[in-house]
């Protein structure tokens, strides 16, 4: 999903700066995109399968079982990571990222989705598919937090909107040590608005959990 | 062929048992075309849209990127049928259905029907987009689009046909599908022209039916220029759609063969 929107991006004919603001975008909406689907929608295989009873009256909760997900998840997301820079050495992008700081503000930014992933885990509980609430999660929150243009390019109501989201904020600082600037603040507004949607994503989780036990069955597929 | 309808009725009914889901679909081509057009904004504030002309032909970035959505949406549709035999297959119906009197074609053809209908059901805000944007291209040319979209589909067949034979032999369909899914775009120049490939890609994107299809229908929607001229770009792609259908039978039946000795056992 990364190659194609950088191609696009070649077609303006800009710098090496564009390029890479670009590709850095690109490289978090992968990571986003990755989590929202193998952690949150992920319960979607087992529910299909037939095993997520089995993990319901396990002595596990779900979000433990999210949290396992997650590792998983990070884990062969490094290693996508890895191989996309391999890509980039291929298609002949001259880019010089920061990868140490980029890989380090994705896992940090990783943690920081928690939220939107337990809600997205929640939905599969409470309607079985919903793969389109996942499709515009992903691709609104990838927008709005500067994926592709950076939110300063945005209408104010958006930007607003922008600056709720916490991945706008690791985005925008591996922008920053692209320029060579600090990054303190944005790495502060990850943490707190990621610590805050997580709250609210365990709160809906927990709901849709002991939906789900109080009825007894995740339902027929 | 009454097994198949029925199959079909039954794919459908499937497909839209979840209304919100199926309802919502409807945004998918512009979820995916969105991220680019967002994208070519900022290449534009930063005054690349001149060069944006000189590569593509035409200064309607968000047509250009709607047009490749859109285009990917539909031959995607035709096959993505190994997801619904994946699922079969995981949720332990597919060996009940071989053994009633459907056809493997007649599975794939039921399957991909109820996926592309709704696909084009789900089409009907980007094409709404689309005329706003870049307007209604003209009766004669709406019927050549038609048949770039039928040639496209025959070679989505084809491809489909081997992603089948492939799911039944090796039933892990999810990393092969992801895979096709995301290269097969790149090889079509999704929201490029070819050119900017690599060079060792680009004979791979030559091979690829769907680059003729989609430059093709560019060309006629957006009146810009296209890889060959227009009669011989229609032939080529034809003659490869035709090919990719022949191969894909062929190696449909081969991998049914071998998934018949080694069984559907072990998912």
Request: with cysteine; glycine share 10%; net charge positive.
């Amino acid at each position: 999903m990364v190659a194609p929107y950088l191609l696009f991006a070649q077609l303006y004919g800009a710098d090496e700066g564009f390029r890479s603001s670009v590709a850095v975008g690109l490289i978090f909406w992968f990571w986003l995109s990755n989590f929202l689907w193998e952690v949150g929608y992920g319960l979607e295989n087992d529910l299909e399968a037939g095993t997520l009873e089995s993990l319901l009256v396990a002595p596990v909760s779900v979000p433990l079982i999210l949290s396992a997900k997650a590792i998983a998840c990070i884990l062969n997301n490094l290693f996508v990571t890895v191989i996309l820079a391999g890509w980039f050495y291929l298609f002949t992008f001259s880019m010089d990222l920061p990868w140490f700081g980029l890989i380090g503000l994705a896992i940090l930014s990783s943690f920081s989705l928690l939220g939107f992933v337990m809600i997205l885990a929640g939905s599969v509980l409470l309607l079985k598919r919903s793969e389109s609430i996942g499709a515009v999660l992903q691709t609104v929150l990838g927008l709005l937090s500067g994926a592709t243009a950076p939110p300063r390019l945005f209408p104010l109501p958006i930007r607003v909107m922008s600056g709720l989201i916490p991945l706008t904020y690791g985005i925008a600082a591996v922008r920053l040590i692209l320029q060579g600037q600090r990054v303190g603040l944005p790495i502060v507004l990850l943490m707190v608005t990621g610590t805050f949607y997580a709250l609210i994503g365990h709160v809906f989780m927990r709901r849709a959990e002991k939906r789900v036990k109080t009825m007894g069955t995740t339902g027929e597929f | 062929m009454r097994p198949t309808l029925v199959f079909f009725w039954y794919s459908l009914k499937y497909r839209a048992r979840y209304r919100g889901d199926f309802v919502w679909s409807i945004v998918a081509p512009v979820l995916f075309a969105l991220p680019a057009i967002v994208l070519g904004y900022w290449g534009e504030q930063l005054g690349g849209l001149q060069s944006f002309v000189a590569a593509t032909g035409t200064p309607q970035y968000v047509s250009y990127v709607l047009l490749g959505a859109l285009y990917w949406n539909f031959v995607e549709g035709a096959w993505s049928v190994a997801y619904s035999l994946h699922s079969a297959m995981r949720s332990g119906v597919l060996e009940s259905i071989f053994v009633t009197k459907l056809s493997h074609l007649g599975m794939i053809l039921a399957w991909s029907g109820a996926r592309l209908l709704g696909t084009t059901m789900h089409s009907a805000l980007a094409i709404a987009l689309l005329i706003g944007l870049a307007g209604w291209p003209g009766g004669v040319v709406i019927g050549q689009i038609a048949l770039v979209l039928a040639l496209s589909l025959l070679g989505s067949y084809g491809l489909s046909f081997i992603l089948f034979g492939l799911t039944l032999r090796f039933r892990d369909a999810d990393s092969l599908l992801y895979t096709v899914s995301n290269i097969a775009p790149l090889l079509g120049g999704v929201f490029f022209p070819i050119y900017i490939l690599p060079s060792f890609m680009r004979p791979f994107s030559l091979a690829f039916p769907f680059t003729y299809g989609l430059d093709a229908l560019r060309a006629l929607w957006l009146r810009g220029r296209s890889i060959l001229p227009l009669p011989d770009q229609l032939a080529l792609l034809g003659a490869l759609a035709v090919a990719y259908l022949v191969l894909g039978w062929w190696s449909m039946k081969h991998f049914e063969l071998l998934s018949r000795r080694h069984g559907l056992e072990g998912f």
